[in-house]
């Protein structure tokens, strides 16, 4: 790795630093992910997938005329 000055307008610091807190990461790392996300690259050891790959991934046979039973247990 290499090491960077980087110079954040207030607000930015601000949003930063709450961010890594929240998320539980530094802000080096956000600032790495931000990076990543602008060049378009992903880290080693990753897959960057496209949504449509994730199509029959999963199997549901629920529709959604059926969220109230599903979500409250609610027979119609």
Avoid at 20 to 39: C, I, P, Y
Wanted: hydrophobic share 30%; proline share 1%; charged share 35%.
């Amino acid at each position: 790795m290499h090491r960077t000055q980087l110079l954040f307008e207030e607000r930015q610091y601000r949003e930063l630093s709450a961010r890594a807190r929240r998320e539980h990461k530094s802000m080096s790392e956000l600032v790495r992910q931000a990076v990543d996300g602008f060049m378009g690259t992903v880290k080693p050891g990753t897959k960057k997938r496209r949504i449509g790959e994730l199509r029959g991934l999963f199997s549901d046979t629920a529709s959604g005329l059926d969220h109230d039973s599903i979500l409250y247990g609610e027979s119609k």
